[in-house]
Nanobody, 119 residues
Framework: QVQLVESGGGLVQAGGSLRLSCAASGRTFSNYVRWFRQPPGKEREFVAG????????FYIDSVKGRFTISRDNAKNTVYLQMNSLKPEDTAIYYC?????????????WGQGTQVTVSS
């Protein structure tokens, strides 16, 4: 069993930055680690993913060039650096891990962290 704990959300003005963290306990990461988000009144969507073994990264088009997913193997932690934030990035952000395709959710979820971008 893997427990995921997110941190780093908050309120920021448009154009600002936030860094989200996802720390795993119970087991070390393997396969893919992903970030999903759920905007108000909308479905949850894939945002970014990283292969824990190779470090290959994947993003949705709307965040390319603004968001960076990275990993720290020693800390068993994945980060999502979010720059040039826009109001449409407002959502609850969830860390997700486990086997499967990179853009599809694995079995392990964090509790979510709120990101609010004001205009």
């Amino acid at each position: 069993q893997v427990q995921l704990v997110e941190s780093g959300g908050g309120l920021v003005q448009a154009g600002g930055s936030l860094r989200l963290s996802c720390a795993a306990s119970g087991r070390t990461f393997s396969n893919y680690v992903r970030w999903f988000r759920q905007p108000p009144g909308k479905e949850r969507e894939f945002v970014a993913g990283i292969s824990w073994s190779s470090g290959i990264r994947f993003y949705i088009d709307s965040v390319k060039g603004r968001f960076t997913i990275s990993r720290d193997n020693a800390k068993n932690t994945v980060y999502l650096q979010m720059n040039s934030l826009k109001p449409e990035d407002t959502a609850i952000y969830y860390c997700n891990a486990g086997p499967g395709l990179v853009r599809e959710a694995g079995p392990y979820w964090g509790q979510g962290t709120q990101v609010t971008v004001s205009s």
